[in-house]
């Protein structure tokens, strides 16, 4: 690479975010962090700002507004707070790319700002396609922006597209690991604990990935998110359990031919694509070895048991405001679990009643969605009450 790339990272402090860090640390020649933005944890972030000296940071949680700028006042970084200021930061002329690593709905119009302004974007955030992917890649058109895929399915998706623009897709197969849970059947699941659905066998990830990769949501949101970032319909996008997480997604072309991208389960690897395109950078990170995995086995997912990925095909082939529906649903349901307030399974009773309830629009605009998302949210939040 030649120029270094200035870098806003949006959720610096959650898991994706440390880890773009730490490809940045690897590689001080070709980035430079330009923008630091936390929700809460504002002694991380304040650590990370002291470390890459950053032109600006942003703490969401306005409450610690003066502990962060007193720490950082000395050292000559802007420092700004609210949901406000995270998404107009990113329309800075210093910026080069944007990663948004931020978690859920609130990573939707950062993006779309930062889509408008010009920016490049690194998105590790799904549900901003999931919520509104029709406007999003019709604005990242409009504005000759690229959006690289962060998330390890959708980055290998698009590494085996490299070089084969002109050659339509008959279909793309996302791998899931198959979460904690795979294999077992709902009397089980009706008694799995928090504790257990926070065990994910392969990957390290934060509590609301964990969660939604152990209800197979996740996959059910990357199934929407591979519609919008590839062209595809619902039709040519196949899920497939791959319990070692070697094989990360694979594409079959109209020739019949299939390739796939493989690799050890490390973020740090997509991240540095996103970042680094059209270029691999040089890393010290673990080689996937074959004979460590002599065997690599797949399996149909069971969509009767893990019922949000079946949800999420519904709800893509439906349209509409129908994907926003259901992800804002499922953050609720989310949340209330990872509050013990509700059962494994009732995550999924709760997402399918709030898909009954709620308002359909099947041409919706952005500020469509965004009532869409609030009355999504006020149902399901309702929902659960009355299950109390």
């Not at 306005?62 to 107009?88: R, S, T």
């Not at 595809?232 to 997480?245: A, F, G, M, N, R």
Request: hydrophobic share 45%; aromatic share 8%.
């Amino acid at each position: 690479m030649t120029d270094k790339k200035r870098v806003a990272i949006l959720g610096s402090t959650g898991s994706i975010g440390t880890q773009t860090l730490e490809v940045i640390r690897q590689h001080p020649e070709d980035f430079l962090v330009e923008v630091l933005t936390a929700q809460n944890n504002c002694d991380l972030l304040i650590a990370q700002a002291l470390e890459f000296n950053p032109n600006a940071v942003v703490i969401g949680n306005e409450d610690n507004y003066q502990k962060v700028k007193a720490a950082l006042l000395p050292h000559d970084i802007k420092v700004f707070a609210g949901q406000k200021a995270i998404a107009q930061i990113v329309e800075m002329e210093t910026i080069d790319v944007v990663l948004t690593a931020l978690v859920g709905y609130s990573g939707l119009i950062p993006t779309v700002n930062a889509i408008k302004a010009g920016k490049q974007i690194a998105l590790a955030n799904k549900e901003t396609m999931v919520v509104a992917g029709e406007i999003i890649t019709a604005l990242a058109k409009e504005n000759r922006v690229n959006i690289f895929p962060v998330d390890s399915e959708h980055s290998a998706i698009f590494q085996c597209l490299v070089g084969e623009y002109q050659n339509p897709i008959e279909k793309i197969i996302l791998t899931a690991s198959g979460g904690p849970f795979r294999g077992k059947d709902r009397a089980f699941l009706e008694t799995v604990t928090l504790e257990q659905a926070l065990k994910h066998p392969n990957w390290d990830m934060g509590a609301k990935i964990t969660i939604d990769s152990a209800s197979l949501m996740n996959k059910g949101l990357e199934v929407i998110e591979a519609k919008w970032l590839f062209g595809l319909k619902t039709e040519q996008i196949e899920v497939i359990v791959h319990p070692q997480s070697i094989i990360h997604s694979l594409v079959q072309f109209e020739d019949g031919s299939i390739k796939a991208q493989l690799g050890l389960p490390d973020m740090r690897i997509p991240i540095q694509f996103a970042l680094s395109f059209p270029y691999r950078l040089k890393s010290d990170f673990e080689r996937f070895d074959f004979m460590n995995y002599p065997q690599l086995t797949f399996e149909q997912p069971d969509l009767k048991t893990f019922r949000n990925l079946q949800l999420a095909f519904d709800a893509l082939a439906k349209g509409g405001n129908a994907p926003c529906i259901l992800n804002a649903s499922n953050e609720i349901a989310v949340a209330a679990f990872l509050n013990k307030e509700v059962g494994f399974l009732e995550m999924s009773d709760l997402i399918a009643d709030t898909l009954a309830k709620a308002t359909f629009l099947a041409h919706p605009t952005l500020e469509d969605y965004i009532a869409t998302d609030q009355e999504s949210r006020e149902i399901t939040t309702q929902l659960i009450k009355r299950r109390k």
